[in-house]
Antibody, heavy 123, light 106 residues
């Protein structure tokens, strides 16, 4: 059974960079036809896609966050990571990592999710 | 950007009711649309993909339909486990989620 687990600091200071890692177990991050993505959810609000990566390193970012986001993959450790710079209180959210199932050459839907991790931006 | 608008934002219903949730896209997404169920404190769960395909393991009371800019999620007979928030997501152009529909107990 595929499992994903987010890790990283739960508190980030304003203007600093958020760094999270997602560890994949029970399957290979180098699988064809699957992307690996990040989704966030501010408290009490809806879901927002941050970006996705393929095991080859190809990345796709939400245009509204593109200038601040970097996603990378570490195939040897079966992990992928998120960096979001210039944090503000508006970035306070539960951050999920998830597997994306490619469909018809499109990024596709999320079929496996991590449990989520609350990251608070505060001084 | 493709904007996704769900309606209603909140829905009060009883066990056994037939429910329909609508998702409208600001431009065509063809059939590249998914539906998710989310319960408080939990990650979303995939229900429907490609507008009408039922994800493995999801009860058959859930169904999806539509194409282009208008989509619906139907629950044929609401069960106690179905009280949750539902989101649509397009993946025709990048990815965008709808604002969510909370299904509450009447």
């Amino acid at each position: 059974q595929l499992q994903l687990q987010e890790s990283g600091p739960g508190l980030v200071k304003p203007s600093e960079t958020l760094s999270l890692t997602c560890t994949v177990s029970g399957g290979s991050i180098s699988s064809y036809n699957y992307y690996w993505g990040w989704v966030r959810q501010p408290p009490g609000r809806g879901l927002e896609w941050i970006g996705s990566i393929y095991f080859t390193g190809s990345t796709y970012y939400n245009p509204s966050l593109k200038s601040r986001v970097a996603i990378s993959v570490d195939k040897s450790n079966n992990q992928f990571s998120l960096k979001l710079s210039s944090e503000t209180a508006a970035d306070t959210a539960v951050y999920y990592c998830a597997r994306q199932r490619e469909e018809g050459n499109y990024l596709g839907n999320f079929d496996y999710w991590g449990q989520g991790m609350l990251v608070t931006v505060s001084s | 950007d493709i904007q996704m608008t769900q309606s209603p934002s909140t829905l009060s219903a009883s066990v056994g009711d037939r429910l329909t949730i609508t998702c409208r896209a600001s431009q065509s997404t063809s059939s590249w649309l998914a539906w998710y169920q989310q319960k408080p404190g939990k990650a979303p769960k995939l229900l429907i993909y490609k507008a009408s395909s039922l994800e493995s393991g999801v009860p058959s009371r859930f169904s999806g339909s539509g194409s282009g800019t208008e989509f619906t999620l139907t629950i044929s007979s609401l069960q106690p486990d179905d009280f949750a928030t539902y989101y649509c997501q397009q993946y025709n152009t990048y990815l965008t989620f709808g604002g969510g529909t909370k299904v509450e107990i009447k």
